[in-house]
């Protein structure tokens, strides 16, 4: 984990760049797709959301959320990726929800700089990456 400088444009600069979106995004999956089957079913997004501990979290402090309350969100979560409701979720839906989700972030983050605690192998940081590499060269 490290703690990097982003904004808004640096997360839009990285979705755009189509190949390196890509990329990271089918990298992604292929890590959650434990069954190697090319779907992620609800089990693989689950552990993995579960493992962020989002919503178990209260500004860092652990928090006791109601368990069908927050097996109601993770449900509503996997619908929201799975978009023809088929039960799971292929790599094309990944691709498009992460990139609403990405876009999102960009918006909500503006253009004022934030720093931010990232995972070594995330999205976010690889479009940190990405950008520093832009300016480095």
Known sequence: MSVEVLDGA???????DEDAFSVSVRDLFANLD??????????EMMK?????????????????P???????LYKSLFLKFDHDSNG????EEFK????????AMANGIGV???QMALEEDSILRKAVEKETTKFGA
């Open 66 to 72: 109601d368990p069908d309350e927050l097996a109601k």
């Open 34 to 43: 434990k069954d190697k089957d090319g779907l992620l079913s609800y089990a």
């Open 96 to 103: 498009a929800e992460t990139k609403q989700m990405m876009l």
């Open 112 to 114: 004022l700089p934030i």
């Open 10 to 16: 640096t997360i839009i600069s990285f979705v755009e």
């Open 88 to 91: 799971s979720v292929d790599l």
């Open 48 to 64: 993995e959301l579960q493992s962020l501990r989002v919503f178990e979290t209260h500004f860092g402090i652990d928090d006791k």
